[in-house]
């Protein structure tokens, strides 16, 4: 009789054995830790249990590190991006089954209350942004997906999945509250973005679906608008070294910018769109803001111009998707560093000193550590 030999296992099957999974864990500002945490199960009908495959940071992560963010209490497993595979569904569940690669939108939707049947999936009643805030999100081996009908995305089998990650939240944010808000549609516009991080650099991509007259990217790294450049931006400015008013005066006879739109989230960044914005325009604000912002209605009262905000709908995923999978735009192009979930820990410290080491988007690499 030959003996039985029992199937390998590497360290996560183990765990996922024992019903427990590595996560990264908020401790309260400043401290985070990579923790073995209870597999999250099913708890409601419409649920569904995802095995996270990739997942990246956000500058929202980071913001949350440093204490801005009181909805998120410590305790929480951080991450609102991420493909996966549906583990197991609850039974009100009818699109999704175990085995289907999914993309995790980084906004949670019912699609029936009130702001859901407005497009505003930001603001649903029992969801919006949730993950990583105020429920555990994907910065995990495991994440519970709630209203996985219409959270989830399916994902075609040939696309790259790691370009895929950016269709969690950069390029929706960047398409929906820069491009979109910010009116880039209308032919032979100018557009100034202020700042060339992940989303900014997203928002350039985006506007590029449509024919503006020039796209100028304004930051203070170098490093930031040489990546710029290679994506179609055509002028950039270093405002650490050239006046950006001067400049953009420069450039349009004194007129200013008909989109302007801030992807920073400072005062000072805000405050220079105000500065740039050509009468008739519009100010977009893509930026998280900690703190306030002076807004000189003295000089603006009568420019006729627009001021938007928004948090992301994503209700532009399903249409980014399609673009991303025919290759109109690759967001791929917005990695810059890769790491697998055990090296979680490095992968926060790259991307947390980002005008050192060059970093844009970082992708984890979950499964199999
Ligand atoms: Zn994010
Ligand atoms: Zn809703």
């Known amino acids: 009789m030959g ?3 029992a199937p390998v296992l590497n360290a996560a099957e183990t765990r996922a054995a024992r019903g427990v999974m590595k996560a990264l864990v908020y401790r309260g500002p400043g401290f985070k830790a990579l923790e073995e945490r209870p597999k999250p199960a099913i708890k409601a009908a419409d649920d569904a249990v995802v095995k996270v495959l990739k997942t990246t940071i956000c500058g929202t992560d980071l913001h949350i590190l440093k204490g801005d963010v009181p909805s998120c209490v410590p305790g929480r497993i951080l991450g609102h ?40 999936y930001s603001h649903c009643a029992s969801g919006g942004w949730i993950l990583g805030n105020t429920i555990d999100g994907t910065q995990a081996e495991f994440v519970r997906i709630p209203h996985a009908d219409t959270s989830l995305y399916s994902i075609p089998e040939d696309v790259d999945q790691e370009a895929l990650v950016m269709l969690s939240d950069v390029l929706p944010t960047a398409f929906e509250c820069g491009v979109l808000n910010g009116k880039i549609e209308s032919p ?22 449509f024919s503006p007259d020039k796209i100028i990217m304004i930051d203070r790294d170098d490093n930031r608008l040489t990546e710029a450049r290679k994506l179609g931006a055509d002028i950039v400015i270093n405002n650490a070294v050239h006046d950006p008013v001067a400049e953009i005066n420069k450039l349009t006879g ?8 801030e992807a920073v989230g400072t005062p000072e960044a805000f405050e220079l769109c105000e500065n740039l914005v050509a009468p008739g325009g519009c100010i977009a604000n893509i930026g998280v803001h900690g703190k306030k912002v002076d807004l000189h209605l003295e000089k603006l009262w009568s420019q006729n111009i627009s001021i938007t905000t ?60």
């Open 3 to 5: 003996e039985v030999l």
């Open 81 to 120: 991006e991420g493909v996966g595979m549906v583990e197991s569904v609850g039974p009100g569940v009818t699109m999704f089954k175990p085995g289907d690669t999914v993309l995790i939108s980084c906004i949670t939707s019912c699609g029936k209350c009130g702001y859901c049947r407005r497009g505003m």
């Open 188 to 209: 032979g516009i100018s557009v100034a973005i202020v700042g060339a991080g992940p989303i900014g650099l997203a928002t350039l991509l985006t506007s590029r679906f």
């Open 254 to 261: 004194s007129t200013g910018v008909d989109a302007v739109i």
């Open 310 to 369: 928004r948090l992301v709908d994503t209700v532009t995923t399903h249409v980014l998707l399609k673009a991303v999978a025919t290759k109109k735009v690759d967001p791929a192009c917005l990695i810059s560093h890769r790491f697998t979930f055990d090296r979680i820990l490095d992968a926060y410290a790259t991307f947390g000193r980002a005008a050192e080491t060059g970093a844009l988007k970082v992708i984890i690499s979950v499964t199999g550590v």
